[in-house]
């Protein structure tokens, strides 16, 4: 158990609906990182927020979007769906500062997305 | 880019045996490595970190290295057990884009 939990573990939604995926950081992490896991594939970085704000964004469009609340907790917004979203999204979590080097992130166990 | 690759893509071993994974990053910049284990369905298990002033963890039977002058970093298994068959994946952090980059992993089966 790494205590970062998501929810929910599965979802089905159609082409065009919008998505909210959830997940409580670990206690006392400040930092939370979404990541999307196509099958077969290792898991390609959405973004980063540490303390409320982005903080770094990898090569998704801006119909993913994210929230970090002021418990640290974070949302991952996927709008206007498409069947390639179809993946594993995984939340982590560190205690560290971005940047400070030395993260050691703690996964959760992911929320599988179905696009049909 | 930077890239991370993993070989091979998978791997399946007799119970008891020794095996190395290989994992190759095109990033001089990594600050530090991780070696996770995923089973099917499933989030990631951090297994090692290695920072970048590093050149080895060991944690039971898994050792891990970190040489960044050739850009590898290698993940042995000793006396493997049926319970280790999963995916193992590596990931580097770079300093330069401040974000952890994957391979695609190995997926590993040990028969009894």
């Known amino acids: 158990e790494t205590g970062v939990t998501q929810s929910p573990t599965h979802l089905i939604k159609t082409r065009g609906q919008q998505v909210t995926l959830r997940c409580s950081s670990q206690?006392?992490?400040?930092?939370v990182s979404w990541y999307q896991q196509a099958l077969g594939q290792g898991p390609q970085f959405i973004f980063q927020?540490?303390?409320?704000?982005?903080?770094g964004r990898g090569n998704f469009p801006p119909r993913f979007s994210g929230l970090q609340f002021p418990n640290y907790s974070s949302e991952l917004n996927v709008n206007a769906l498409e069947l390639d979203d179809s993946a594993l999204y995984l939340c982590?979590?560190?205690?560290?500062?971005?940047?400070?080097?030395?993260?050691?992130?703690?996964f959760g166990s992911g929320t599988q997305l179905s696009v049909l | 880019k930077q890239e991370v690759t993993q070989i091979p893509a998978a791997l399946s071993v007799p119970e008891g045996e020794n095996l190395v994974l290989n994992c190759s990053f095109t990033?001089?910049?990594?600050?530090?490595l991780q070696w996770f284990r995923q089973d099917p369905g499933k989030g990631l298990t951090s297994l090692l970190l290695?920072?970048?002033?590093?050149r080895e963890q060991t944690s039971g039977r898994l050792n891990a290295s970190l040489d960044k002058s050739s850009g590898r970093s290698t993940l042995y298994i000793a006396a493997s057990q049926p319970g280790d068959s999963a995916t193992y994946l590596c990931?580097?952090?770079?300093?330069?884009?401040?974000?952890?980059?994957f391979g695609q992993g190995t997926t590993l089966q040990v028969k009894p």
């Open positions: 982590a979590s560190s205690g560290k500062a971005p940047g400070q080097g030395g993260e050691k992130l703690f």
């Open positions: 206690s006392g992490h400040n930092t």
């Open positions: 927020y540490y303390r409320e704000e982005e903080n």
């Open positions: 990033d001089s910049a990594i600050y530090n």
């Open positions: 290695i920072q970048s002033s590093q």
């Open positions: 990931a580097g952090f770079s300093s330069n884009t401040g974000k952890l980059i």
